[in-house]
């Protein structure tokens, strides 16, 4: 039996409907900033749904060379941003043998947008103008292989599809990875891009978005007046270190990752159980598997969409696995800022949870104006707070039943 190894965070990056860095997604989630505007990467004439959480001025020629652009879908491209970002954070460059670094990026799409271009052109030019760089553009694994491919990251590559669980599920799975021995730091997260005709139309026509044209009020999770979520899109990655080469090599430490859960609620396509089965077991999962006990001291990020019975099903998921202490324990949705960024969405919250750890700091959840009687927690209505905080949950519910749920702690 190897010897189990405590891991830590030692690096950050983000690409948000927010900012575009991890300062700024924290200096506009602090301060109670939404990304939400009308749709202006297509004309969203005639949609049921006009409004999205878009990454804005984003310049890819920060991060890749034009040559590399072109033949990279807008999803892969984040990543690789927010790896950038979350690499030099954490310093690790340089300092490992690449059989020892890993990368676990996942995707809850890929390139759809890829796919959307590709398919145009078949349709209206024949197969013969199809790009040969179209099947590695579009497919949900090319992010994680091209940031290993940048870092050298020999090491296990597992990116994950679980929906809009994926980034917590590739999160908690690279924890396992290095507290089994298998690597040694892996760059761990998601990314998503999926503001296109074809996504917006499918997620409303599957009556998941919010129809509400007021910026204010569309993403208003836990709120009566709740209709759906708002399409987000970007990346958040986090690098992930065994703690005795983090502290060996002198590294900033954000905090370690303790604890991880996953679960399925095998139930139904879209809709979560009712009875919030599989949500309260992947909390009590993640916090078994932590040690940690759940006080006044924690913090949870839910998954808190927006949803009407998402966000019911998920208060009712932390109660039973909490019990009475739940009502005394601080828990706000950055999705009413951020709006869902699918597959990157676990990735940016896990940052959120990092940071309300490191800095006290608690972002509210805004818009927050008639409680719903059923979902009677503390959600931190509107206004940060400020709040000593040595634990934290992040958790993350998506279409199939996917549950996840990580558990960071203070060093």
């Known amino acids: 039996m190897r010897d189990l190894r405590r891991t830590v965070v030692t690096g950050l990056g983000c690409i948000t409907p927010v900012g575009n860095d991890v300062d700024a997604f924290w200096q506009s989630i602090t301060g109670g900033k939404h990304g939400f505007a009308e749709i202006t990467k297509f004309d969203p004439e005639g949609m049921k749904v006009r409004m999205a959480a878009e990454v804005k001025d984003f310049d890819p020629e920060a991060y890749l060379e034009k040559s590399e652009i072109k033949r990279t879908d807008l999803y892969a491209q984040y ?39 590709e398919t145009e052109k078949m349709l209206t030019k024949g197969p013969q103008r199809i790009s040969p760089f179209f099947i590695p553009m579009m497919i949900s694994n090319m992010a994680s292989a091209l940031v290993a491919m940048k870092y050298g990251a020999q090491g296990p590559n597992l990116p994950i599809v679980s929906a809009c669980a994926t980034a917590t599920h590739a999160i ?145 998921a932390i109660k039973k696995a909490l019990g009475d202490i739940a009502y005394s324990i601080p828990i706000s949705s950055t999705k009413s800022m951020t709006g869902h960024m699918l597959g990157a969405a676990g990735g940016v919250e896990a940052i959120a949870a990092v940071k309300v750890i490191a800095t006290g700091a608690i972002p509210p959840t805004i818009g927050y104006k008639e409680p719903d009687p059923e979902c009677n927690l503390d959600y931190v209505p509107n206004e940060m707070r400020e709040q000593d905080i040595d634990k934290a949950l992040s958790i993350s519910l998506g279409f199939g039943g996917h549950n996840a749920a990580i558990a960071f702690r203070r060093i």
């Open 172 to 316: 908690g799975e690279a924890f396992r990875a290095i507290k089994f021995g298998y690597a040694d730091a892996i760059i761990a997260g998601g990314a998503e891009a999926t503001i296109n005709p074809l996504a917006v139309g499918g997620f409303a026509n599957a009556l998941a978005l919010s129809t509400t044209s007021d910026p204010d009020s569309c993403s208003i999770p836990f709120d009566k007046r709740r209709n759906g979520f708002v399409l987000g899109e970007g990346a958040g990655i986090i690098v992930l270190e065994e703690l005795g080469r983090a502290l060996k090599r002198n590294a900033r430490i954000y905090c370690e990752i303790c604890g991880y859960g996953n679960t399925c609620d095998a139930y139904h396509i879209t809709a979560p159980h009712p009875e919030a089965v599989g949500g309260a077991e992947v909390i009590r999962l993640a916090m078994s598997e932590a040690g940690l006990t759940a006080d006044e001291r924690m913090y949870i990020n839910p998954h808190g969409t927006s949803t009407p019975q998402g966000d019911k099903a998920e208060t009712l």
């Open 79 to 117: 990543a690789l941003a927010a790896a950038a970002q979350a690499v030099e954070d954490s310093g690790i460059a340089g300092s490992i043998d690449p059989r020892r670094l890993g990368v676990y990026i996942g995707s809850g799409v890929g390139g759809i947008s890829t796919f959307i271009t």
